[in-house]
């Protein structure tokens, strides 16, 4: 029988979405004020890999990540996407409809060995949490490099992302206690 352990602590992530680039800063000002400090900021990746977000979200929509400097537990993946929702309604309702939903914030996290998304959607390969919200391993760290998965959205799958998440990775292995690390 295996011993149950506390929690790796994690590094908080959030990946962006929005087409107004006014609509970034205070974004980000609100997600630091949920999460604490930021540590990391992605480059702009066009996002052109699907039009599902366009009727709300409008056209030539871009990508950003942030990651957070405080490793937190988890088990805390539910609030954050709670949270992260809330702020999405408060964006929308300051936009006055114009677009309707002026960001997309996906609240996740990273280790040493995975990034993992929340979600309000149910499929296959996503597991309940607890408060309507689910988690998905959205992509692997194995033979030093990303993997995708069977259901891996198209545009993590593409590689775009790599560079930025594998710099995300390393400050996470540098700030989390050795024991913390795995590979």
């Given amino acids: 029988m295996g011993q149950v352990q506390p929690p790796r602590l994690v ?18 000002d609100a997600l630091e004020g949920l999460f604490g400090p930021r540590e990391l900021e992605s480059p702009l990746y066009p996002f052109t890999f699907t039009d599902y977000y366009r009727p709300t979200m409008g056209s030539d929509l871009r990508r950003r990540f942030i990651t957070f400097e405080r490793l937190a537990d988890p088990a ?16 929308a309702a300051a936009s006055a409809g114009a677009p309707p939903r002026p960001v997309n914030l996906d609240a996740g996290y990273l280790t040493a060995a995975k990034l993992v998304l929340a979600s309000t959607k149910d499929f296959a390969h996503r597991l309940y949490l607890r408060d309507g919200i689910l988690a998905e391993i959205t992509l692997s760290f194995r033979g030093g490099a990303w993997v995708a998965h ?3 959205f198209p545009d993590y799958r593409s590689g775009l992302y790599d560079v930025f998440l594998r710099q995300a990775r390393d400050a996470h292995l540098r700030k989390a206690p050795a024991s913390q690390a795995c590979l």
């Fill in 150 to 152: 069977e259901y891996t």
């Fill in 76 to 91: 805390a993946l539910p609030d954050w996407k709670l949270a992260t929702n809330a702020l999405e309604a408060r964006f």
């Fill in 11 to 28: 590094t908080p992530l959030v990946a962006l979405l929005f087409g107004r680039d006014e609509d970034y800063p205070s974004a980000r």
